[in-house]
C-alpha cells in the first residue's frame, strides 16, 4: 500500500512544483486548492503528512490546520507549513502550538522537500505496518479462541450424544425384554389378535427407537475418531443380502416391490460387515420411507472399473434440487415425513468414506424419485484374500434357540430393578435359575454364594462399578471360573477394551436382543 501526501496550496503553479519535486520519490500525492477542500479529503482519508500552505485565500493555513487538529481522524497527522513570506514570530508561535513539524519557504528546495517528507511517510509505513501486525495477532488470537471454543462446543456436543444414548437405552431394556417376555407367555397360554397387533407395534417401535440411539451413538464415535473398523475379505453380495433381510419386514408392511439384482459371480471387498449391512440398511430404509405402497424400490450390484457400486433407487417422492447437496449432512432431513433424527444418510457417508469409498446421491426433482450409489474398493482377482471370503451372518443372529439351550445358573447384578425384574422373568422363562443384586458389593456376595455359570454385570453399578466387580471376582483363588458378561448403555471402543482388561469374557450393548444376550452367556465352542 502506497503512503497518501497531501499538498495545500490555492497556486496551481506551486502546486505543479511540489509534483514535480516530489512524484516518483515519496509516496501518492493528493491536491488541494483551498482548507475547504483540504478538510473533505481529510474526512474520507488518513495522509502520511500534509504540506500546507500558510497564506491562501479565505481559509488560510493557521486556521485550516486548527480544524485539522479538532477531528480525531487527523489530529495526529504530521504537518509542514509552506510560506513564501518571511516567518513572523506569531505565526511561528501559532503553527507550532497547533504540532507543526517544520516550516518551509518558497522557493522550495527538491532535496530539502524530498528529505523532510520521506522521513514522514517512511515513519507512516512503518507505524501502519505494525498496527497491521498487531490487528494479525489480534485476529490470530480471535481465532484461535474461537476455534477452541468451537472445538469445545463440539466436544460438549458428543459427549452429550454420548450420554444421551446411554440414558436413553437404559429404559429400552425393560420395554424390549418385556416385549420378548410377552412373546414367551403368549407361546404359552395363547392370547386375542389385539393384544398381538400391539405387541408388533410396540416391538416395530422399540427397534425404531434403538435404531435412533445407535445412530447418536455412532455420530458420536465418528466425531470423535473412535470408530473401529473389523475388516475382512468378504462378498458384497452377502452383505446386501443381510441388509435387505432386516428392511423386508418394513417392506412388505408398506406394500412395497422389492427387485435385487445381484451378479452371479462373488463381488469380493474388504469391509466390516456389520457396518456396511448397517450402511445399505440405511438406504433401503430410506428408501422405503420416502415411497408410497405399490411402488418399487431397486437394489443393484455391479462392478465399474476397480469398484464395486450399489444402487438403491427408489420411485418415491425425489429430493427438492436446492438440498440435494446438503442429503449427507448431520441432522438434515432431506424429505418431509421421513422420521429419523436425520443421521441415517450422514452415517453411510461416513461409513462409506472410512471404507475408502464414496456415494452419490442423485434425483430429478420432487415426486420423480431418487437413486443413492455407493463404491467400494474391490479386491482384484489377484488378491490372494480374494479366494477366502469369510461368510457374513447378520448382526445379532445366533441360531441357537434359547429354549433349547442348556440350563444355566445365572446372576445379574444391575441397579435398576425394571431391568433385573423383566431380563430375570424372561431368563427364567427360558428354562434358567436367576439370582440378583442391585449393586457391585452385593453382586460379589452374590457370586460367591451362588457360584453361578455365568454373571450379567452393568458397568455403571453404585459402590463399586462393574470393573471393579470383574475384577475383584478374578483376583479371588476360591472362585471357579465362570462367565462374566458386561452390560452398558455406553459401546464406545474404550469401553470395550477396559472391560476385557477387567476380565469380562463378553460385552453387550443395551437393549440386547434375547439371542445377543444368550450368544453372550453360553460359552463358545472353542472355549
Known sequence: MTEEILVVDDSRANLLAIEAALGGHAGSLTFAQS???ALRFLLERDFAVILLDVRMPGMGGIET??????RGRSRHTPIIFVTSYGQNDVEVRDAYALGAVDFLGKPLVPEVLRAKVGVFVELHRRTREVQEHKLRLIEMEHAQHVAAALKEADQRKDEFLALLGHELRNPLVPIRMGLELLARKQA??????????TRHAMERQVKHLG???????????ISAGKMELRKAPIDLRDVLEQAIATCRPIIAERGQRLQVSLPPQRVPIAGDADRLIQVFANLVRNATQYSDGGTEIRVTVRHVGDRAEVSVADDGRGIKPELLAHVFEKFVQERSGGGGLGLGLMLVKRLTEIHGGEVFARSEGVGRGSEFLVQLPALSANDPSSDELLPVVAPGTNPLDPKRAPRLRLAIVEDNADIRETMGELLEICGHEVEFAADGAAGIELIRRMRPDAALIDIGLPKLDGYQVAESIRSAADLPKLRLIAMTGFGQADDKRRALEAGFDGYIVKPPDLDVLMDALLPSSEE
Open 211 to 221: 435404531r435412533l440411539v445407535d445412530d447418536l451413538l455412532d455420530v458420536s464415535r
Open 188 to 197: 404359552l397360554v395363547g392370547t386375542d389378535e389385539t393384544v398381538v397387533r
Open 65 to 70: 490546520a486548527r480544524l485539522i487538529r479538532e
Open 35 to 37: 482548507g475547504e477542500e
